[in-house]
């Protein structure tokens, strides 16, 4: 790493990180850490809802899947504590604007998730893998259990969202002994990542100019998010508030909810893709961040498509409110 961002990058990183380094995007930063950590047939606990190709990822290496609930604050202690019993070797979680829900983890459940991997027997040796991938177009405080277990964090930050997803980097922290081997390895494949890239992903994180564009980057996500969610609710679909640039509805059919919304010229993702456990309810996601007018006819078709007519008073489901 050039030592101008690794400067920058020391100074802005969430906790004191023994080492840094950059790799190609926030995905090749999971892969290769899931590929230090983990051997064929170990459990890896995993959002759901989560990120659906941290799912393949965990296909292709022959992982399995230990899925926990999520709620507004991220992960649910209570399922994660039992999850932890299982003895994983890896941990993966978002900790700002969840993908897809756009929950962040405040600063306390952060304590307690550390907590219970200090305390529960079985999780000793667990390693956890923290994708930051929205970092300063998020409205939430930076977090990482790193804070807590420097020795047992691996916290990347990805640049994709914030600044182009063409510079493909991603900044990587943690203990120094899984930093090196993971360096190591690039060196029998891409080698290192440019330094051109770097010098120009350095400039865009000190001059005046574009870190002003972010902010009021950041600034637009949320007052977007924010009148979709608020105009759901004078439709009669409560939600609670949502981080980054995505929203998750529940629908009474996502099928038929992608149908109708399609038809009406509104394009979403469907849940299923992002529950790792199935039959765990139908949903949909929702990507407010282009969404410059109309907001009444999108919140309008959205509350349409996402419950029959007579259920609109109860749209909001108990389990994500």
Known sequence: MIPELLAVLERTWPYRAEALTVVDGALDAVSRSLEQVTRFGDRVIVESPGFPP?????????????????????????????????????????????????????????????????????AADTIVIEDDHSGEISIAPDVSLGSWLPSRVLHVRSYSKTHGPDLRIAALGG?????????????????????????????????????????????IYFARQRALRVTLGECGLELPPADGINMWLPVHNEREALVRLAAAGIRVAGGSPFLANEHSGEFIRVTAAALTADVGFVATALVQAAVPPASAAQAADPRWA
């Open 54 to 122: 941290f799912f393949d990822l965990l296909d292709q290496l022959g992982l399995q899947r230990l899925p926990v609930t999520i709620d507004c604050h991220g992960i649910v202690p209570a399922a994660f504590h039992a999850a932890l019993r299982h003895a994983p070797a890896a941990v993966i979680l978002q900790p700002r604007a969840q993908n897809p829900t756009g929950a962040s983890m405040p600063g306390e459940r952060a304590a307690e998730l550390a907590r219970l991997l200090l305390t529960v027997p079985q």
């Open 175 to 219: 203990p120094t002994e899984l930093i090196d081997a993971i360096v190591a390895r690039r060196m029998l494949g891409p080698g290192w990542t440019s330094r051109m890239l770097q010098s120009i992903l350095h400039d865009l994180l000190t001059e005046g100019d574009s870190m002003a564009q972010v902010s009021e980057a950041r600034r």
